[in-house]
């Protein structure tokens, strides 16, 4: 089954740690993206990538940093110096930044909380 | 700020009628429009999209519809069946790099 897979599905941290969350596709998609989504918000875009070894920073990159050392995985760290961030992450993948390209597929999501 | 919002936060319909979900959006250069479902602890899911030089866009018991000249994108789901509820999302797809800006969501409710 081809699809994007984040673990965990929910992750636990004290404050002042920093957490990495997991995202890896077999899509063999170019573009990945990682979001951002609170209680009754829509998503919003903190980091996407739409080459290996190549990211850039989206609408509420602070306090994260992303990696992109290979095609399949884009891992999303979230650092101490986030300063809210309990929320529900989302990682999506899609074909490539063309016009065209619109359907941004969706892993199942990781509920952080931070105590 | 956001350029994509909607009209209504929630919407209850009973089962077998048929839905409409609005957004209304600023930006006039996105040149795509897209909808989303996103049921309870899931990921979005695609839905279909619009481009921006139609008026109107059919799938399978959706429709999607564009009028540029009030900004207003509609959704419209016919024979709304229970596994419809979820959380409906417009987003509008615009710049170089081509990512989605996302509104709040629209909660549809089907009672059976």
């Given at each position: 089954d081809g699809g994007i897979t984040q673990s965990p599905k929910y992750l636990f941290r004290k404050e002042g740690q920093n957490v990495t969350l997991s995202c890896e596709q077999n899509l063999n998609h170019d573009a990945m993206y990682w979001y951002r989504q609170d209680p009754g918000q829509g998503l919003r875009l903190i980091y996407y990538s739409q080459i290996?070894?190549?990211?850039?920073k989206g609408d509420i990159a602070e306090g994260y940093s992303v990696s992109r050392e290979k095609k399949e995985s884009f891992p999303?760290?979230?650092t101490?110096?986030?300063?809210?961030?309990?929320?529900f992450y989302l990682c999506a993948s899609s074909r490539g930044p063309r016009p065209s390209y619109n359907e941004q597929f969706f892993g199942p999501g990781t509920r952080l909380t931070v105590l | 700020g956001e350029s994509v919002g909607l009209h209504l936060p929630t919407l209850s319909v009973q089962e077998g009628d048929n839905s409409i979900i609005n957004c209304a959006?600023?930006?006039s250069a996105s040149d795509y429009f897209i909808w989303y479902k996103q049921e309870s602890g899931k990921g979005p899911q695609f839905i279909i999209d619009i481009r921006s030089n139609m008026d109107k866009r059919q799938g399978q018991r959706v429709t999607?519809?564009?009028n540029k000249t009030v900004k207003h994108l509609s959704l419209q789901i016919a024979a709304t069946q229970p596994g419809d509820s979820a959380v409906y999302f417009c987003a509008e797809k615009q710049g170089s790099q081509?990512?989605?800006?996302?509104?709040?969501g629209t909660k549809?409710?089907?009672k059976p």
């Open positions: 290996v070894n190549d990211f850039q999303l760290t979230v101490s110096a986030q300063k809210n961030p309990t929320a | 959006y600023s930006n999607v519809l564009l081509g990512n989605l800006i996302f509104g709040k549809l409710s089907v």
